[in-house]
């Protein structure tokens, strides 16, 4: 992507440091974009299965933290004030890694996890540090056996245990690369254990800043995607593997024989994966064997970290910068100020214009396959108002649910904005219902869906449903064609 210093886009955090991607990518860091966060996370896993020392390092601290934890739990109920010291954490949102797409401000952790935490430690956690079939210890074991604990809730937690580390890498490229004008110096609060006091310390550190706040760096090697190695799907899906590398034959017949037992006459696939996850409840050494499978396999986890670090690169970095670089090629997409309904209703027509006749549909393929998770298509569109006097939020929740975007000029000028796939097995329930849903709750005046499809069988399915509903009319609904079967081989992207 050609770009020229007078007239950059600014959204990674080259752009805004005048840095070259190059600098990061050999030092080992992300570029991470600084308007909205992406969705990578940091697995405790790759800390684990690393050859580095530093990492093995980071993750024997982890270990110890939460084996401290452990020893203050057992046998006494810790006061409120304890329990918010060492179990609540914010979530670093310096990083700009994560779920949310509305900026960088998430949920953190709080009295929810903290309870979680504090109760699996003492009840089903007695040999943490201590365990007979595993290698070691894992703090994703947690999110194996608590409900809505997932790869956002591990890698919150562990970035905020290895907060020390990220903040001296971090550190360490400021002052070598940036120029001093560029860094500034933050008092950072739990930045690190002290056993001998047991509370948490503040420490200072010279970082980059934006918006005036720090900013953090993340290696790549510690970066994945769809989840952590040891997770919660994999767990259920290989659920009939786990017994048989159990040795002892009893304890598998034990096991089989319960699992049969709170089957019912005949099973769907929610019977058996409810009664799966009460067979890990009375045998939670199967949950050891599980994870004892996961460390013999280790390296494919780093493997598929490589993959999808390079993808995300590849990606949210050079293909939405393309794409980013189209619509400013147009300048009216950028200068439209009229009202939100206006000024989403604009910009939805110049994206779908430069995806259908400028060759930006190419943007959304990877390795030759079209985009399969709508989560990416919302975070191109909040990257495509970097530059707005509006605000834009992802998620709002009115009282009704979640919707992807609320854009907003004060309380009396809101819109509403739907991103969807057309491979969405939802889609003719989320337009028959959610938006009358979402426009009652909010202050909303209007509500556009827009939906990219790739392909003739997906348009097709688009119009049929529209019909279905009588709404294929609708001037709200936006459809957007990505297909590149049906685009002049001519195009440029």
Known sequence: ????????????????????????????????????????????????????????????????????LRDKSVGQQLDSGLLSSWYYFSEVEQNWLGFSALGNKGRGLGKEFAVALNSNLKNLFPDFGHEKITQSSHLEKLCLIKDKVGKDTISDFTTNLIKDFLLEFTQTFARKFLKPNQRKRFSISKAKFNYKTESWETKSYSLPFYNNDFIILSPKDLLTKDDTWINKHDLIADFFNIP?????????????????????KKPKKKDEDFAKRRV????????????????????EAYNRSIK?????????????????????????????????????????????????????????????????????LQILYRLTWYSTSSSVTREANDGRGPVDFKVSKGSKDTTLVEMKLASNSQLKRNLEKQTAIYQKASDAKTVYKVIL?????????????????????????????????????????
Do not use: C, W
């Open 244 to 264: 048989n590398a159990i040795p002892n034959e009893q304890l598998r017949a034990q096991i089989n024989n319960y699992f049969k037992s709170i089957l019912p």
């Open 1 to 68: 992507m050609k770009k020229t210093n007078s007239n950059i886009v600014k959204l990674y955090f080259s752009d805004f440091f005048d840095i070259s991607s190059a600098k990061l990518d050999r030092y080992g860091a992300f570029n991470i974009s600084l308007i909205t966060d992406l969705p990578l996370f940091i697995d405790p896993f790759l800390l684990f299965n690393s050859r580095k020392r530093i990492y093995q390092k980071l993750h024997k601290q982890i270990i110890e933290y939460l084996q401290f």
């Open 308 to 376: 999808y670090v390079f993808e995300s690169k590849q990606l949210y970095v050079e293909q939405f910068g393309k794409l980013i670089e189209l619509l400013k090629d147009n300048s009216d997409f950028y200068n439209i100020t009229v009202s939100t309904s206006h000024d989403v209703k604009n910009r939805l027509l110049y994206l779908k214009d430069v995806i259908e006749n400028k060759g930006g549909h190419r943007i959304f393929y990877l390795n030759g396959k079209p985009v399969s998770n709508e989560e990416d």
């Open 280 to 299: 890990f409840l009375q045998f939670p050494q199967l949950i050891d064997y599980f994870i004892k499978y996961k460390e013999e396999n280790g390296q």
């Open 453 to 493: 499809f790739f392909s003739a069988s997906e348009e097709r399915k688009i119009e049929k449903i529209l019909n279905q509903l009588k709404i294929q009319n609708d001037k709200r609904i936006i459809l957007i064609d990505a297909r590149k079967d049906n685009k002049p081989s001519g195009s440029k992207a």
